[in-house]
């Protein structure tokens, strides 16, 4: 007799295509059906106006599971510039607006830092995952990357702001990375490692 094993669907809630591709690969050994924002086009659009990460993931994530009835699994990050007083922070999709261009955003980043020398150009990345179930229990997550911001963009990879974000360790923007190196030291990776547990276990029951 087979073992049974159990079926479970995830929404994330997200249109970001190169956020759906990363949290996709990074949920690929679990089993799990991936489906986004993308695949409920009704849902209504979603206002993110929180005070921080956490209050958007969870606006996000709580929506979606009411609305789809599924376990909602969201992100909300951002970039802090310390040389800019942690801005574009939880406002990094939006900054310039919401409809520029990642290219054209990271351009406007670099001219605010042209003038700021390399050891002064620190950053990081962080995220905050929340996971939503209809019923209405949520977990939250967290993750960190520390980096500095280059002096031009680097690299092909990636979406958003990883041509400009650098890891010293490495010498290598997010954007020239290899994926797995990525995701294994990057904020949404970190945060999702965590996050897995308790997909795990939900997954389970």
């Known amino acids: 007799m087979g073992v049974f094993k159990k079926f479970m669907e995830v ?33 209504p659009e979603i206002d993110e106006k929180g005070r921080d990460y956490k209050e958007n993931a969870r606006i996000k994530a709580e929506m979606v599971a009411s609305f789809t009835g599924k376990i909602a699994l969201s992100d909300d990050s951002g970039l802090e510039v310390y040389a800019l007083n942690g801005k574009p922070g939880k406002d990094s999709a939006r900054f310039i607006s919401k409809d520029t261009g990642d290219d054209e955003r990271n351009r406007a980043l670099l001219k605010l830092l042209e003038d700021v020398p390399q050891n002064e150009r620190g950053a990081r990345f962080c995220c905050v995952l929340a996971i939503v179930k209809p019923k209405g229990d949520i977990y939250f997550y967290e993750g960190y990357c520390e980096g500095l911001i280059s002096e031009d963009l680097r690299g092909k990879r990636g979406f958003g702001y990883d041509p400009i974000f650098m890891v010293p360790k490495y010498n290598q923007t997010f954007a020239e990375m290899d994926t797995s190196l990525k995701n294994k030291i990057s904020h949404r990776g970190i945060a999702l490692k965590k996050a897995k547990e308790i997909l795990a276990l939900l997954k389970e029951r």
């Open 11 to 43: 929404v994330l809630a997200t249109k970001n295509k190169g956020k759906i591709k990363e949290i996709r690969n990074l949920l690929r050994d679990m089993d799990i059906t991936v489906q986004t924002l993308l695949d409920f086009p009704s849902i």
